[in-house]
């Protein structure tokens, strides 16, 4: 295994953002501490040709706005919470309200993912870790956040979080990359075949909260049980689709049980190249996100990233868990970790 750094240029405010590079001989990670950011991920196909597997961009000024949020970590709070309000101890919390009367993904603007962390780089592994103070984002707490990238010699990029606060407050993090094993060059996903090990999803209102139920893919364009191609049923005349202009929803992953242990959630397979990527999680649920509003002219070498352009497997608690009795909560008490593990696992058909 193989690790280095480089500079990868500047942010807005011109502060130099490092770049560190694991490699165990076939695939190779490229992590930013600007951000905890994914940047590139290259990866074989069927007849040993490399390309780079997720979106984003050349220069590190471009994460500074990153609308679409290629690769980067989401939190203390991934996801949608209704209102953007939290009760933590009997106390209401107020979040900003970023999308609608809503907040999605805890602050767009200033959030983890436009944050420098701290750095260890050593062995196989990138360990980056930030610390927020109390009120910021308007939870409580003072809270540290770790995160760690693994490249394994079989082929899995291991993603580990751990993160605890002095006061109850909510965790929910979560990684943004948008996904192509075609390559982030090749157009769209539609054609990708994926699999879902989840019999049961959580529909959503017109603003993409999730009503509270938790309903079986059987018989909808959600039924993921059987390899299907993406773009299948997309389109289909189906109000979930239509309210999330493609698939923005959260699947209950099967056999979750609160421990830590992984498991299967998603394998997604690229017909033409022969990858295939594996999900493995040790949370309760995933939100698939087939790109919907992707629109960005000016991704990596040039190239122009439009709708469905990649695929997101966005691992997590329940969104606005804290706000229904079915789903299990997000929120922590003070000095209680949290702690979870996703794993991409490479290989091919």
Request: with cysteine; aromatic share 10%; hydrophobic share 35%.
């Amino acid at each position: 295994m193989n690790i280095s750094a480089e500079v990868f240029g500047v942010n807005k405010d011109f502060d130099k953002i490092t770049a560190y590079t694991l490699d165990n001989g076939r695939i190779k990670a490229k992590i930013a501490d600007y951000g905890a950011t994914l940047l590139n991920l290259w990866v074989p196909d069927k007849d040993g040709n490399v390309k780079d597997v997720v979106l984003g961009y050349d220069k590190g000024e471009q994460y500074s706005d990153n609308p679409c949020n290629f690769g980067v970590t989401i939190g203390p709070s991934a996801n949608r919470i209704a209102g953007g309000n939290v009760e933590n101890d009997g106390k209401v919390c107020q979040m900003i309200k970023n999308e609608g009367d809503n907040n999605l993904h805890t602050d767009l603007n200033h959030g983890l993912h436009k944050k420098f962390w701290n750095v260890d780089a050593f062995g196989d592994n990138v360990t980056l870790t930030i610390n927020i103070h109390d009120g910021m984002y308007g939870l409580p707490g003072n809270r540290m956040i770790i995160v760690s990238y693994t490249l394994t010699s079989d082929d899995v990029l291991r993603i580990g979080y751990y993160a605890v606060s002095d006061k109850t407050t909510v965790w929910n993090l979560t990684n943004h990359s948008y996904f192509n094993l075609a390559g982030e060059d090749s157009g769209d996903i539609l054609a990708h075949e994926l699999k879902l090990y989840s019999s049961a999803y959580t529909p959503v209102s017109d603003d993409l909260i999730p009503t509270g139920e938790i309903l079986s893919v059987s018989g909808t364009p959600f039924d993921f049980k059987k390899m299907k191609a993406i773009g299948r049923d997309i389109n289909a005349d189906d109000n979930q689709l239509k309210i999330g202009r493609g698939y923005d929803h959260n699947f209950v992953v099967e056999d979750y049980e609160s421990g830590g242990f992984l498991r299967h959630a998603a394998d997604l397979v690229d017909p033409a190249s022969g990858r295939k990527m594996e999900t493995w999680t040790t949370l309760p649920g995933m939100q698939l996100y087939t790109g919907n509003h992707i629109n960005e002219p000016n991704g990596k070498g040039g190239h122009s990233y439009t709708r469905h352009a990649g695929v997101c497997f966005e691992t997590q608690f329940f969104p606005d868990s804290m706000h229904h009795d079915g789903f299990e909560s997000a929120v922590f008490k003070g000095g209680s970790a949290y702690k979870s593990i996703t794993e991409y696992r490479f290989g091919t058909i």
